[in-house]
């Protein structure tokens, strides 16, 4: 968890302002580099000002990630059995969660991100979806770090991130099958609702 932090900081913070003609890596980077400009602003910084950066973290990361397509991908064939009230409550706290354990990690390793630096490998495009690579250079050997993406309607937006293999969907989806298995959807959502509620106490 703390690499798959870092190389996330590392992709938020360090992304050159380098722009394509179009295309998904086109839609991506201009994200990232007004994410950069709020994690870096001193005006934002500090715990007196943690609500109000977080909210802007979070405009712009709505901008390029579809957290509707992610909590349905972690939900799998769970997602169709449940109502769309209950799709758009798991979407809200996936939401929520992602916020508090990603944006909480930026803030806490910021001072790793000058050890590192970024560069685009390239992009992959079949039809409607996308792969977005980059390269994190830092240490004995690189790392690539993928974005997976779709259209949504006519906007490229992130489903997935894939570092060395390790994907952020398949992750969570490791760590709840045994919930919806044992303790079905509400016991998911009680179990999502109290981890929320733990990250945002610290």
């Not at 405009?59 to 397509?69: C, I, N």
């Not at 390793?109 to 977005?132: D, P, S």
């Amino acid at each position: 968890m703390k690499r798959v932090a870092i190389c996330l900081i590392t992709l938020f913070l360090l992304v050159p302002p380098v722009f394509a003609d179009e295309g998904p890596m086109a839609t991506l980077k201009p994200i990232l580099t007004d994410l950069t400009s709020i994690l870096l602003d001193k005006n934002l910084k500090g715990d007196a000002h943690r609500q109000e950066r977080r909210a802007r973290i979070m405009t712009e990361v709505k901008k390029g990630f579809d957290f509707r397509e992610m909590s349905k991908r972690v939900l799998g064939r769970t997602w169709r059995t449940i109502s769309a009230e209950q799709q758009q409550q798991f979407t809200e706290l996936m939401t929520k969660l992602l916020e508090n354990v990603y944006i909480g990690k930026f803030e806490e390793y910021e001072q790793h991100a000058e050890k590192y630096g970024v560069k685009y490998v390239g992009e992959l495009v079949k039809g409607r979806r996308a792969q977005v690579t980059t390269e994190i250079a830092g240490g004995k050997q690189g790392q690539l770090v993928h974005y997976v993406m779709q259209l949504d309607g006519d906007v490229w937006k992130v489903y997935d991130v894939n570092i060395e293999g390790m994907s952020l969907i398949r992750n969570y989806q490791e760590q709840f099958k045994s919930i919806l298995r044992t303790e079905k959807f509400a016991g998911l959502v009680k179990t999502i609702e109290k981890k929320i509620a733990e990250l945002e106490a610290n």
